[in-house]
T-cell receptor, first 112, second 112 residues
Framework: DVKVTQSSRYLVKRTGEKVFLECVQD?????MFWYRQDPGLGLRLIYF???????EKGDIPEGYSVSREKKERFSLILESASTNQTSMYLC???????????FGQGTRLTVV | GNSVTQMEGPVTLSEEAFLTINCTYT??????LFWYVQYPGEGLQLLLK?????DKGSNKGFEATYRKETTSFHLEKGSVQVSDSAVYFC???????????FGTGTSLTVIP
């Protein structure tokens, strides 16, 4: 069974902390994506990567960075967490043809 | 540019009612079109897709037809069940931009 696995289902962090969200896929996909999901706003793309060490900004990259040192792993970093980054974060992967996006189960992050 | 507009919810239906969720898109090229479903507390999973004009995607009693002339991909089901209660997302993929574009989601509740 193909899988995208996010390291945590729930996280609670304090304002100003550095936060790491990890995502691993086992499908040898070139593309990986990070979205945040908020009520009424749908999915908004934060960053994506089409190859190791390559990254592209999405629609809302401010306050975030990413790392892709290995093909199977894509990390989202909140350099200094703020309360307005409280959200559901979804990781996804796909092949180069974008034939389908496979999603992880999501990480619900609360910043207090 | 690329975008997806879908019917706003929430939608509440009685069991065995007919379901339509409208979706229209704007695309610069020849996108593939998708419907994803998100059950409570989970990530998104593919429900159905269509890759070219006039294709019909179908799965679990749901159907959608890729209509290039009306730039639409409406989701339909003839008889909904309580277990269909979820959030439904329309999406397109664009290989030029190397990413997926999602609508804001439509919440469906089916009552017995």
């Amino acid at each position: 069974d193909v899988k995208v696995t996010q390291s945590s289902r729930y996280l609670v962090k304090r304002t100003g902390e550095k936060v790491f969200l990890e995502c691993v896929q086992d499908m040898d996909h070139e593309n990986m994506f990070w979205y945040r999901q908020d009520p009424g706003l749908g999915l908004r793309l934060i960053y994506f990567s089409y190859d190791v060490k390559m990254k592209e900004k999405g629609d809302i990259p401010e306050g975030y960075s990413v790392s892709r040192e290995k093909k199977e792993r894509f990390s989202l970093i909140l350099e200094s967490a703020s309360t307005n980054q409280t959200s559901m974060y979804l990781c996804a992967s796909s092949d180069l043809a974008l034939s389908e996006a496979f999603f992880g189960q999501g990480t619900r992050l609360t910043v207090v | 540019g690329n975008s997806v507009t879908q019917m706003e919810g929430p939608v509440t239906l009685s069991e065995e009612a007919f379901l339509t969720i409208n979706c229209t898109y704007t695309a610069t090229g020849y996108p593939s079109l998708f419907w994803y479903v998100q059950y409570p507390g989970e990530g998104l999973q593919l429900l159905l897709k269509a890759t070219k004009a006039d294709d019909k995607g179908s799965n679990k009693g749901f159907e959608a037809t890729y209509r290039k002339e009306t730039t639409s991909f409406h989701l339909e089901k003839g008889s909904v069940q309580v277990s269909d209660s979820a959030v439904y997302f329309c999406a397109l993929s664009d290989r030029t931009g190397n990413q997926f574009y999602f609508g804001t989601g439509t919440s469906l509740t089916v009552i017995p």
